[in-house]
């Protein structure tokens, strides 16, 4: 059922309610009044009949007698289509068409009149009586009025009320209605929203100004929408660079297994010199190792998570280890390394910060001539590698970071490269909440820093 139906349902059992029962409570004062206004008439004029017929001056001694007389002293109070009068169950008088006694028997007291109003043959009657004494005689006299007048008028105001009532009813409900109409519009226009994004279209937002609850409910259904809208590109930008990284390293992978194989192939199938021989071992060896090289750091790549544990480390551990690791390729490159810090400490996991050094010097060493200087330093809240090799070029400096990414891909594979090291040098600073800011010029040097949120 439709909210507007079930609204407008319940108001209209609430209305009807509120109708019929303000009528009936109107209806039933009215009547009340109307009543008792018949009956302080009724009781005004009776009470003079009964002063008139109450004040005798002689008294009878003969029953024939006492009737006469009462009945003539009736007869002269009042019109007789009213009055009975009754001795001991006899009617001298009775011109009201009903013996009204065994009604005023069970009726209400007033002083010395009783009186009911009740209902004889479909027509309402007040009736009122009371005893009358003559010598040792108890007459009854009672006054009966046809309360016919009064009851009409009753029949026609309940008529008025019925007709009032539905009347406003209908229009309450017509305004009702309308009014409902125009409140709701905006919950139909957040639900066609929700039915949009539901569908995909993420970027619907719902147009609605107001600063009352419904205002509000938009505010928060187009916040949501933001997040949803977020999430999703997010998610969606995720599985590109998934579906990137998984087609990159299929197409890195291929040229290496293809030497495997046909290099295995060759020393399987044919007889081949010595110095074939040696030459497929050595192609073998060399695709070997650079699978070993790209397997390490694909796997440090993969397991790395934000979850590590930083601890407050000083620094001069950290590059002492460093220039431990990298001597070799130092040596062997002819390149110098200068460190300088003093007892800085920073946040960090030590074994990764060694990783990540040594694959920023290594790619110095790479971009350097032999003689030249790498420095690797530590101040304030950074720590940095520099170098004065042949730099980047500008518009390359964002994308050395994807994985795979190679400047000179050739020169970069000869040299046993990956393109993997500074994808990883920069999840490891996302580890470390550090931002890595990477400044270059061609053929003057390279400085990449791991800039950290707080200095310790
Ligand atoms: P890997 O590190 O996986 O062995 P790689 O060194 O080629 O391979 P990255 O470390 O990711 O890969 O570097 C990406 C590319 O960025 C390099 O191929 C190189 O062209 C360029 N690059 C990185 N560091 C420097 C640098 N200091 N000077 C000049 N070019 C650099
Ligand atoms: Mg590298």
Redesign the pocket.
Known sequence: MRLITRILLCASVLIVAAVLISCALILHAVDRQKRADAIKSAETDFSEIYYTISNVNTVLSDPILCDTYMTYKVKSASHLDQLTLSYDGTYLINNVGFTPEPFLSETSENGIYHYVITRVGGTLYLMIGTDVYYGDRIYIISMVRSLHELDAAMRTLILQCVVIGASVTVLFLFLAWFILSASLKPIRTLQSGAQSIASGDYGTRIDIHRKDEIGRLADEFNTMADAVENSISDLREQNERKQQFINDLSHEMKTPVTSLLLNSETLLTRTVSDADRERALSRIHEQAEWIE?LSR?LMQLVVLSDQIELVLSPVVSLFDAVRETVVDSLDRAGVKLTVECNDETFLMDMNLMRSALV?LI???I??SERGSTVELIARNNEILVR?H????PKDEVAR?TEPF????RSR?KKL????????LVKRIAEAHHAELVIE?ELNIG?S?FFRFSDAI
């Not at 090799?389 to 980047?392: D, S």
């Not at 990414?405 to 000179?408: L, R, T």
């Open positions: 090289r750091k694959n290594e790619n110095a790479k971009a170098d090799g042949k730099g980047i050395v990414y190679m400047v000179d970069s046993g490269g990956s393109g993997l090291g500074l994808a270059s390279t990449i």
